[in-house]
């Protein structure tokens, strides 16, 4: 079970690529980071992502495309971001880690 399970702390890379009506949001995980979830919410009342969650293998990327964001930036992307490593007993950080982009190192 996912209990018990030693997650590792999450960590990830985050590019932000902003466009007329939408921001594209690039996370490169630098560990395993079971269920990501970009919050839009966090990031404006308006916003929204069109995907939800997402498990990454170190290395792997994925792009979230997030409309009703007026001012896209990394670091607020990053703070928006949730894993489930974090959410069972075995997860080796705690919610603080995951505000940064190298899960606060």
């Known amino acids: 079970p996912d209990k018990d399970f030693a997650y590792p702390a999450p960590r990830w890379d985050v590019s932000v690529t902003a466009g007329r009506d939408r921001a594209e949001v690039t996370v490169t995980a630098r560990s395993l980071l079971r269920d990501l979830l970009l919050q839009a919410d966090r990031l404006s009342p308006a916003a929204a992502a069109d995907r939800g969650l997402i498990t990454l293998l170190p290395g792997e990327s994925a792009t979230i495309t997030v409309r009703g964001?007026?001012?896209?930036?990394?670091?607020?992307?990053?703070a928006a971001l949730y894993t489930g490593n974090t959410a069972v007993g075995g997860a080796a950080g705690a919610a603080g880690q995951m505000s940064g982009p190298d899960g606060g190192r």
């Open 69 to 78: 964001w007026d001012r896209p930036n990394p670091d607020a992307a990053s």
